[in-house]
């Protein structure tokens, strides 16, 4: 049952980071996006390729997490699960202290969770 709660949170992380990569790479300069990021049309204009370059990242944390779901063997999906988990903590850490408080809360919290469940489901 934890093994199951585990990748479900996992997924759930995976999904965020996809979400905040069309966001950043695609989105950026929307309303709503703008809304979200506190940003307004000429910062989001300037700042166009730097949130598309950070959207790329988001994705790649994605990417790990999803391939930890996939990978046929369990040890070497417990090892990626824990190193991605653990990237995203450490960003959501460093964006919630450098950037918005809330990023620490929306990306590092279901993060923790999920690094806590695959920890002891192991």
Aim: hydrophobic fraction near 60%.
């Amino acid at each position: 049952m934890l093994t199951i709660l585990a990748s479900i949170m996992i997924a759930v992380v995976a999904l965020e980071h996809l979400y905040i990569l069309v966001m950043e790479m695609f989105l950026w300069t929307t309303p709503r996006v703008m809304k979200t990021f506190g940003t307004n049309p000429e910062h989001a204009e300037l700042t166009r390729s730097m949130a598309a370059n950070q959207g790329l990242y988001n994705g790649f944390l994605a990417a790990g997490l999803i391939w930890s779901l996939l990978h046929p063997d369990a040890t070497i999906a417990y090892q990626l699960a824990i190193f991605f988990l653990a990237c995203v903590i450490v960003a959501a850490l460093y964006g919630g202290l450098s950037v918005k408080r809330s990023i620490l809360l929306m990306q590092g919290l279901p993060a923790v969770i999920a690094f806590l469940l695959v920890l002891i489901s192991h």
